[in-house]
């Protein structure tokens, strides 16, 4: 059985794939938090910024001179933590 996941970028990105036919969140980083079950787990600390769709129109697609991939990075910084049982 799989543990509850959450998306460790928040709010989920509206696109990590820009292109001027296509455009859509591919790109997702899942962990699980953790629980009675599982003891340790992951907790989110912050995520970097994404780009805006109006910043990737202005570059017409991906890969570009600012954007090397056709997908965009999504960076998190998450914290290996234990289960805490205190309400």
């Keep these: 059985e799989f543990q509850p996941l959450f998306c460790a970028v928040d709010p989920i990105p509206s696109f990590t794939?820009?292109?001027?036919?296509?455009?859509?969140?591919?790109?997702?980083?899942?962990?699980?938090?953790?629980?009675?079950?599982?003891?340790?787990?992951?907790?989110?600390?912050?995520?970097?910024p994404m780009p805006s769709r109006s910043d990737m129109?202005?570059?017409?697609a991906m890969p570009n001179e600012k954007f090397p991939s056709d997908h965009v990075s999504v960076l998190v910084d998450i914290c290996w933590k234990p289960f805490d049982q205190k309400p």
């Design 17 to 48: 794939n820009f292109t001027p036919g296509f455009s859509d969140t591919l790109d997702y980083v899942f962990a699980s938090e953790p629980t009675a079950l599982s003891k340790w787990g992951f907790q989110p600390e912050s995520s970097a």
């Design 57 to 60: 129109a202005k570059l017409v």
